[in-house]
């Protein structure tokens, strides 16, 4: 067995023992060892900090040193939180799920597209705990569907798809034919759930996020006029203490107006924009920690 491949098998019997921990105990832990990792420089740390800078400089806020400082930390804290959490929701009773959170606004936006039996996607940050919000959607309204990267081997990704429909989240792995298959979904009246605030390939469309000028995926925008989908912004706030707050803002306007170039362009601002508003209001929640927002290196 290859390294690489013994590694990603020790990972998984990890998170299937972590799923028999209390979520509470689990998440400690998580943002125990996030904020300990905090303290150690890296490139990581570096990518947050300026990220967070430009969030501040968004809200308008001058960041002091110690301020900054703390607020890394608890960014730091929050991504251990969001890994302990998602390894212990398929463990996770559905009154415990529903015990954890709670609509802060937008549930009657959210389930009155989704009656309307034409779809709906929900374009979503890296803020907080998307999962969990999935995992409310499948046992109140209807499991959501998101898109993840194939994990290798092909047994590891099946693991993980079996984990997320334990929470109510059904997987569809990332390939040359998930468009097709998201918009069967769409078609067939789901909600499709997509984390759309880092262009992984860096060929998206070109927007304006928190105030800089970056890319973002075409995949929301293209959906939603392709389908008729409706087209709503989410996002699961972590705490206060263990509890969630989810909010979907919308609908946004995603019909055809002129060209399809146009048209995605013109909704992947409109989806930018609102996504600016839900990162800015918990900067600290929010989890890109692979790149510096705007830059296009990946540094």
Known sequence: MSNARGTRWVLRGGLSAARYVPINVAVAIGQSLGWAASWFPSDTRRRVALNLKTVMAYRGEHLTPPHHKRLVRKAFASYGRYYAEAATLPGASQARILAGIEWESGEDILRTAWQEGN????????????????????LTMTP?????????????????????ERIGIDV???????????????????????????????DGIAVTLLGVKTTMPAGPAMLALRTGAALACGVVYSGPSSSHRAKVVGPIDATRKGSLREDV??????????????????????????????????S
């Open 144 to 164: 959501m569907v998101a898109a993840a990267e194939v994990l290798e081997p092909p047994e590891l990704f099946a693991w993980f798809k079996q984990g997320r």
């Open 172 to 202: 569809e792995g990332l390939d040359a034919s998930i468009g097709s298959r998201l918009m069967k979904h769409l078609r067939d009246g789901r909600v499709v759930g997509l984390l759309c605030d880092r262009d992984l390939t860096h």
């Open 119 to 138: 779809g709906v996607v929900l374009a979503l940050p890296h803020v907080g705990s998307w999962e969990w919000g999935g995992s409310m959607l499948g």
């Open 265 to 298: 362009a013109r909704v992947t601002q409109l989806i930018a924009d609102q996504l600016s508003e839900l990162i800015a209001a918990k900067p600290e929640q929010w989890h890109v920690f692979a790149e510096t927002i705007g830059a296009t290196d990946g």
